[in-house]
């Protein structure tokens, strides 16, 4: 078993930089979805510059906390209904 160098703690135990946090998206495939809302890599990688504070605030927080903040992992459930104008519940189910 290979043993951690003595300056490696220090780079495991600091915050995320802001250039590590890029390379990581940029090594994920473009095309590939991180969840059921289809919003894929390289959608995230056209907005990193405008969302990069956001996203240094939630890798900071995992950092210190260790933690995913609430709701990160949520998921909703949309029922979409099968005719234009539905007036009544029924109508989310009902075939044409």
């Known amino acids: 078993m290979e043993?951690?160098?003595?300056?490696?703690?220090?780079?495991v135990t600091r915050p995320f930089l802001a250039d590590e946090v890029k390379e990581a998206v940029w090594d994920y495939d473009s095309y590939k979805s991180p969840g059921p809302d289809?919003?894929?890599?390289?959608?995230?990688?056209?907005?990193?510059?405008e969302l990069q504070s956001d996203v240094m605030h939630f890798v900071d927080e995992f950092h210190y906390n260790g933690k995913l903040t609430k709701g990160s992992n949520s998921t909703f459930i949309a029922?979409?209904?099968?005719?234009?104008?539905?007036?009544?519940?029924?109508?989310?189910?009902?075939?044409?």
């Open 3 to 11: 043993r951690i160098k003595t300056k490696t703690p220090s780079r």
């Open 38 to 49: 289809s919003v894929n890599f390289g959608f995230i990688k056209d907005i990193l510059a």
């Open 79 to 96: 029922l979409i209904p099968k005719v234009d104008s539905p007036q009544r519940l029924i109508y989310l189910f009902k075939e044409n």
